[in-house]
């Protein structure tokens, strides 16, 4: 209804969505002959126009921060909660210290990469620069290959109780694998080069930071307790 709204950021209107995977995978459209699930939402919903979207989209944080207020702006949203996860978290922080926070009550800021993982001065033990570059340059030159590299860590799975399968895990990789060499450099690339450390102190609405334990890609000691001690007033679950 107009009183609640949910707006998910998936890219493309219809081939970036997860409903739209999920389906051609289930019920081939071309096979059933049925109308797009995401045709069928995006009529009800009463849209007057779409597009198929940017596929070559700007993936730095300003622009993903003010793309974020726009939307804000334009459907004159107030008390909003934000909740970002990964580098999400870091357009969240960019969009209030950028913008201000006249819309926004509160934020959830859920296993990110935010305040930075790489050696700073404001973080000593991090990782080496000259680590990261050679790992950002495997990245480029084989996304597969990366991917499987990190899978069994990333997904945690020699912990105890883990019943992730390899199966599963396989079709995760190829999941990844479907986005476009250039999204998936350009958001690496923002979450790894972060350094937001100063204006975290400038956020000034209520915080909740969730951070697991067994993160392998943003450690809980570099990414969610540092976060949470430098955004004023934060939880940390």
Request: glycine letters at 10%.
């Amino acid at each position: 209804g107009e009183e609640s709204v949910f707006y998910f950021d998936n890219g493309d209107a219809i081939q970036g969505s997860p409903l739209t995977y999920y389906y051609s995978m289930r019920e081939p459209i071309t096979e059933t002959g049925e109308d797009h699930p995401m045709a069928t939402a995006f009529n009800l919903m009463g849209l007057d126009a779409q597009t198929v979207g940017n596929h070559e989209y700007n993936y730095d944080l300003d622009t993903l921060a003010d793309d974020l207020q726009g939307l804000l702006d334009h459907l004159d949203l107030r008390e909003v909660t934000l909740i970002g996860h990964s580098v999400g978290t870091a357009e969240v922080v960019r969009c209030l210290t950028r913008h201000g926070s006249s819309r926004v009550a509160g934020a959830a800021l859920v296993s990110g990469v935010s305040p930075g993982i790489i050696r700073s001065k404001g973080l000593p033990d991090g990782l080496d620069p000259a680590v990261v570059r050679a790992d950002e340059e495997f990245f480029r030159r084989d996304r597969a290959a990366w991917f499987t590299r990190f899978a069994d860590a990333f997904f945690a799975v020699t912990s105890a109780g883990n019943e992730v399968s390899d199966a599963y895990t396989r079709y995760l990789i190829d999941r990844c694998l479907v986005a476009r060499p250039r999204a998936a450099t350009g958001v690496r690339s923002g979450g790894t080069g972060l350094g937001l450390t100063a204006e975290l102190r400038a956020v000034d609405v209520p915080g909740l930071v969730v951070h697991g334990t067994h993160d392998t890609s943003a450690p809980l000691a570099h990414a969610g307790e540092r976060l949470a001690g430098l955004v004023p007033g934060a939880v940390l679950k």
